[in-house]
Nanobody, 124 residues
Framework: QVQLVESGGGLVQAGGSLRLSCAASGRTVSGYAMGWFRQAPGKEREFVAAINWSGITTHYTNAVKGRFTISRDNAKNTLYLQMNSLKPEDTALYYC?????????????????WGQGTQVTVSS
C-alpha cells in the first residue's frame, strides 16, 4: 500500500507561483510513474502532469505547458509540481497519484493510489 500526502496549496494572486509536494509512504515510489490531477468546482477531475520513474519523461496537459513543471526526488520519496504564472482557471483541488508501472499516463483509472488533495486558489 502507498499513502500519499499533498501539501503546498494556498491562496495566491494571478501571476504568482506555488510549489506543491506529495510525500509518499508505505512503499517506495521510485520505480513507478506518478502524476498530478486537479478538480475544479463543478467539474470533473482532470489530468495535469505525469512523470516516469526516473524523472526523465514528463507529460503535461496543454493548459499548463510552459507554466508548470513536474519533478521528483526518489531519495525523498517525494513528487513536486512547480506552478508559475498562475491563472484563476488553475483554481482547483490538486491530487497526486501513483501507478504500479514505470510509464506515465494521463489516464486516471491506471493510478491505483491517490492522496486527499491540496487546495489551490488563484485570485484575479
Amino acid at each position: 500500500q502507498v499513502q500519499l500526502v499533498e501539501s503546498g496549496g494556498g491562496l495566491v494572486q494571478a501571476g504568482g507561483s506555488l510549489r506543491l509536494s506529495c510525500a509518499a509512504s508505505g512503499r517506495t515510489v521510485s520505480g513507478y510513474a506518478m502524476g498530478w490531477f486537479r478538480q475544479a468546482p463543478g467539474k470533473e477531475r482532470e489530468f495535469v502532469a505525469a512523470i516516469n520513474w526516473s524523472g526523465i519523461t514528463t507529460h503535461y496537459t496543454n493548459a499548463v505547458k510552459g507554466r508548470f513543471t513536474i519533478s521528483r526526488d526518489n531519495a525523498k520519496n517525494t513528487l513536486y509540481l512547480q506552478m508559475n504564472s498562475l491563472k484563476p482557471e488553475d483554481t482547483a483541488l490538486y491530487y497526486c497519484a501513483s501507478r504500479n508501472d514505470a510509464l506515465p499516463t494521463p489516464t486516471q483509472s491506471l493510478y491505483p493510489y491517490w492522496g486527499q488533495g491540496t487546495q489551490v486558489t488563484v485570485s484575479s
